[in-house]
């Protein structure tokens, strides 16, 4: 409460006593300040025993609230507590980590696996592409072989009766010499440096003979890759290149052979004018085709 009443022990000592003998008009006024008095410590003696209840009454509710909440955990073992969340959070984690660990490396084996086909299938077409390159001679081509020179005649006086023109080398002998070169097993044929392809043409303008569309002039010189031996042999052989031997030995028309350890044969560079293909079975079958 926030009444203050003054001590009733003070009242009492500021009020003088009363003398042994006082008139009745005095007497009376003590006798009722003696009443007013005790009216006055009933009063306090009953506002102290309701503060004291009061705060009886405060204390027991802040002792009960006191004990409803929980204890605090000591500080070891809240350091355990907190060492054992720890830790299981972590082992989930590896539990976590190694599971992905096992599905990348599912999925890596995966991928490798298809790299792998995809690279046998890529190596299988890359050979395909390069033994097409070295048959459209799109590549150049160096290994053992031979130099074969066809050269006009020698002769400084041509006879009046004689045709000048048995004494220097036609676009015909240069066909000749290349298919004899193909039949013997050539892999890869230039004629004075313009390599000789599916598309060459081989042909006389005037006097000058063209290759590839490139003009060229004697001596013509052949740089062949093959077996050195059967090239050899199918050139000496009696029965091949009958005429242009015949021209050799009567108009004096030049021809050698010669090995060479590494003939080096150029790449085509010309135009590939390709008006007809005809894809192999296999790829007709695979598309559901035919010829």
Not at 30 to 47: D, N, T
Not at 55 to 70: D, E, F, H, K
Request: proline share 6%; hydrophobic share 40%; glycine share 6%.
């Amino acid at each position: 409460m926030s009444a203050q009443f003054p001590d009733a022990h003070a009242l009492q000592s500021a009020v003088p006593a009363a003398p042994a003998a006082m008139p009745a008009p005095l007497g009376q006024a003590a006798e009722l300040l003696r009443r007013q008095r005790r009216h006055f410590e009933l009063h306090v003696q009953r506002g102290t025993i309701g503060l004291t209840l009061l705060a009886v009454i405060l204390g027991v509710y802040l002792a009960a609230q006191w004990q409803s909440r929980p204890r605090p955990t000591t500080a070891p073992e809240y350091r355990r507590e907190i060492a054992q969340q720890t830790i299981d959070r972590l082992e989930a984690e590896q539990v976590d980590l190694k599971k992905r660990i096992s599905d990348l490396r599912s999925t890596l084996a995966a991928r490798q696996q298809d790299t792998a086909a995809s690279g046998a299938d890529l190596a299988t077409l890359s050979e395909q592409l390069d033994a097409q390159k070295l048959v459209a001679g799109t590549v150049t081509v160096h290994g053992p072989g031979v130099r074969v020179t066809l050269d006009d005649s020698s002769v400084k006086t041509i006879p009046p009766k004689d045709d000048p023109a048995m004494y220097i080398v036609h676009d015909y002998q240069l066909r000749d010499l290349v298919n004899a070169l193909w039949a013997a097993g050539a892999e890869a044929i230039s004629i004075n440096g313009e390599r000789v392809v599916a598309p060459t043409s081989i042909y006389c303008v005037g006097s000058t003979i063209l290759v590839n569309d490139t003009r060229t002039s004697p001596p013509y010189q052949f740089d062949v890759v093959g077996d050195q031996a059967a090239l050899e042999a199918a050139l000496s052989d009696a029965t091949n290149l009958k005429a242009l031997k015949s021209r050799v030995k009567v108009y004096g028309l030049e021809f050698g052979v010669n090995r060479m350890k590494d003939a080096v044969v150029p790449a085509y560079t010309g135009g590939l004018d390709v008006r007809h293909v005809a894809l192999p079975e296999a790829t007709l079958s695979s598309r559901g085709g035919s010829r």
